[in-house]
């Protein structure tokens, strides 16, 4: 889009990222200014308040989909999320089932999270798409 054309820009990227919510913003907006502790943190106040947010959160979460609240893993975005889910769930079970199927147009982080299995033994297969 030509800079000054007066026409609006077409976001057509909303898997990668997304307007926050106003609800999510006004919910936030105290961690994000005035509360900002690191819930790790347990030695003060600030992560104190950090760490009780996260754990109202996560009993919210649970509760939409009907899970417990300690199952809910908030990640920092994609990468570390499908590391975790990939590598995780490979580590649990490589003694029992060693195969893990990709496809070659997965996501780099996937396809990386994927081959790092192989260090547990696991056979990593690549599936080529046509």
């Not at 109202?56 to 975790?84: K, M, R, W, Y």
Request: net charge negative.
């Amino acid at each position: 889009m030509a800079k000054g054309s007066g026409r609006s820009p077409i976001f057509l990227d909303y898997q990668s990222t997304t307007p926050i919510d106003a609800d999510v913003l006004s919910t936030m907006m105290p961690f994000l200014t005035t509360h900002f502790g690191n819930p790790h943190s347990a030695d003060h106040r600030y992560g104190w308040e950090a760490q009780a947010a996260i754990e109202v959160a996560q009993a919210e979460c649970a509760a939409l989909i009907g899970a417990a609240p300690q199952d809910i893993i908030f990640t920092s975005g994609a990468t570390e999320a499908n590391n975790l889910a990939i590598k995780g769930v490979m580590e649990a079970l490589v003694k029992r089932r060693s195969r893990l199927v990709t496809v070659i147009s997965e996501h780099s982080c996937v396809r990386e999270a994927a081959r790092a299995t192989r260090r547990w033994g696991a056979d990593v297969i690549e599936v080529s798409i046509d």
